[in-house]
């Protein structure tokens, strides 16, 4: 989810924790806890600042460790050791028990969405994305914000949260419903397809969509579930080839082929180099896919420059790969 989400998600959730009456009833507990959901609703996105060194350490490395199972347990006890280090006398179980609590729900959620988390690292590396909840979606974020005003205006605090997290649990049962319907009904129009990834939009009634059969890959949106199709491109897959071999040890390339699931592939002689492109398909957007890689090399097969990430123009991303174009 995005930053703000999870910030209301913390406050939410240090307002939860008074249901519990050992809490409520306890003059400090409910700041140290409320502390504590706030930053372990934030923790696990600290690896942000990937961003700082280049896109490949971040594409490879963003939700990964710090989403792990192992990071699921030393979060709380970090935060944990730092609350009481400024508040010994405060009820430290129960700062870890809500402090883990955050964090499980900040992996948690993010699973729900298109990116994804490898949150069952070291066990496996996979990337576990399962395309029910955009990045933002309104409904969480601002049922969040009607709590809180009702809160604000009197409401018990424990029951008003524990109405909101009930709500949002149904909300959730919805989503995962509506999305399985999506797939059912591309699977039934492609009864060859071997893959149906699913990417939701910030509206509840439309569906990015990539169907992969064993030959083609079809780029389309599902909305008040009917399906229209924009392109379709052959599934070529990546060949033995001299001079994909050498762009696939760049590390932009090999960051995004960690991260990609669905992708189509080019070579184009440009000049005096050859430039190898790699085009994510799932996040098409008014007719252009933002999310690529690009290894541009000269005839010797020497890599000259190379770029992942976002980009929303081909003369920005020229630009970024330092090409003056005409």
Do not use: C
């Not at 460790?65 to 006398?89: D, K, N, Q, R, V």
């Amino acid at each position: 989810m995005d930053t703000g989400t999870h910030v209301v998600m913390g406050l939410s959730l240090g307002g939860l924790a008074t249901i519990d009456p050992t809490i409520a009833n306890d003059p400090l507990l409910p700041t140290s806890i409320m502390i504590a959901t706030i930053i372990g609703s934030q923790a696990p996105d600290f690896d942000t600042i990937l961003k700082l060194r280049n896109n490949a350490v971040y594409i490879r490395n963003h939700r990964g460790i710090t989403h792990s199972l192992p990071a699921i347990l030393l979060w709380p006890l970090l935060i944990t050791g730092g609350i009481i280090t400024f508040t010994p006398e405060t009820n430290w179980p129960l700062v870890l028990l809500w402090s883990f609590i955050a964090v499980f729900l900040h992996v948690f959620v993010d699973i729900f969405n298109a990116y994804g988390t490898q949150a069952l690292r070291p066990i496996s590396n996979k990337w576990i994305a399962l395309g029910v909840i955009n990045i933002f979606d309104p409904f969480i974020f601002f049922s969040h914000l009607a709590a809180f005003s009702l809160w604000a205006f009197g409401t018990p605090t424990g029951p008003t949260f524990l109405v909101l997290y009930i709500v949002l649990i149904l909300y959730y049962t919805w989503r995962i419903y509506e999305k399985k319907k999506v797939v059912q009904h591309a699977k039934k129009l492609h009864s060859d397809a071997t893959h149906v990834f699913v990417s939701p939009s910030i509206r509840w009634n439309q569906w990015h969509l990539v169907i992969r059969t064993p030959e083609l890959l079809f780029v389309a949106e599902s909305r008040n579930n009917e399906i229209e199709y924009f392109e379709q491109y052959s599934f070529d897959p990546i060949p033995d080839i001299p001079v994909i071999n050498t762009a696939r040890k760049d590390s932009n390339l090999d960051a995004f082929l960690s991260f990609s699931p669905t992708y189509r592939w080019e070579v184009e002689d440009k000049d005096d180099m050859i430039e190898v492109r790699f085009i994510d398909l799932r996040y098409r957007s008014k007719g252009h896919y933002p999310f690529v890689a690009i290894v541009q090399l000269d005839e010797n097969l020497n890599i000259i420059s190379s770029y992942t990430g976002w980009v929303f123009s081909e003369e920005t991303l020229q630009k970024k790969l330092n090409v003056i174009t005409e």
